[in-house]
T-cell receptor, first 112, second 113 residues
Framework: DQQVKQNSPSLSVQEGRISILNCDYTNSMFDYFLWYKKYPAEGPTFLISISSIKDKNEDGRFTVFLNKSAKHLSLHIVPSQPGDSAVYFCAARPGTASKLTFGTGTRLQVTL | DAGVIQSPRHEVTEMGQEVTLRCKPISGHNSLFWYRQTMMRGLELLIYFNNNVPIDDSGMPEDRFSAKMPNASFSTLKIQPSEPRDSAVYFC???????????FGSGTQLSVL
């Protein structure tokens, strides 16, 4: 049973526009959320995170929004660049000493 | 600095053969994780070691899978006998302490024919 769901397997966005990647979760105990980015033939790398005490966290072109009532988070990339083309994984955990659960990933393609 | 090092990068084997995947975590990290990536299930945790001790192996699919961490700088994941449904990318990751930020290796692409 997938506790972290990324329902869009792929997304295509034009360079310069906004990319929005979505993630839903079912476990109400999750209180820390992360996004990882993965290029082909490489392992995932940490991108940005958010604690459940916040509803937004920003790092340069990347912003993560958390809607706890809807059990939904999203990653916004503005402006999108060709180098952002990768697979993005959403992950969540219920506390700092607890298992990190990943979603199935969304493949983002940024076109020229 | 060297990251997490996995070998081999690719492994092609026949059903029934034994497969051993290797991992060298980042020096100084005390937690090590084995994940499997599939299209259907994304990244699944197989097993988690802390200070070389297996803490959570509930994700290990069945007795055909085993993992060891004989010292702080080396871990193996063994599949014996291998089956076609084991075909996936297997990632090793390490962290400074537990479930804080994980650093992943480049993965081993396993194909079982």
């Amino acid at each position: 049973d997938q506790q972290v769901k990324q329902n869009s397997p792929s997304l295509s966005v034009q360079e310069g526009r906004i990319s929005i990647l979505n993630c839903d979760y079912t476990n109400s105990m999750f209180d820390y959320f992360l996004w990882y980015k993965k290029y082909p033939a490489e392992g995932p790398t940490f991108l940005i995170s958010i604690s459940s005490i916040k509803d937004k966290n920003e790092d340069g072109r990347f912003t993560v929004f958390l809607n706890k009532s809807a059990k939904h988070l999203s990653l916004h990339i503005v402006p999108s660049q060709p180098g952002d083309s990768a697979v993005y994984f959403c992950a969540a955990r219920p506390g700092t000493a607890s298992k990190l659960t990943f979603g199935t990933g969304t493949r983002l393609q940024v076109t020229l | 600095d060297a990251g997490v090092i996995q070998s081999p990068r690719h492994e092609v084997t026949e059903m029934g053969q034994e497969v051993t995947l290797r991992c060298k975590p980042i020096s100084g990290h005390n937690s090590l994780f084995w994940y499997r990536q599939t299209m259907m299930r994304g990244l699944e945790l197989l097993i988690y070691f802390n200070n070389n001790v297996p803490i959570d192996d509930s994700g290990m699919p069945e007795d055909r899978f085993s993992a060891k961490m004989p010292n702080a700088s080396f871990s193996t994941l063994k599949i014996q006998p291998s089956e076609p449904r084991d075909s996936a990318v297997y990632f090793c990751a390490s962290s400074l302490d537990g479930w804080e930020k994980l650093f992943f290796g480049s993965g081993t692409q396993l194909s079982v024919l």
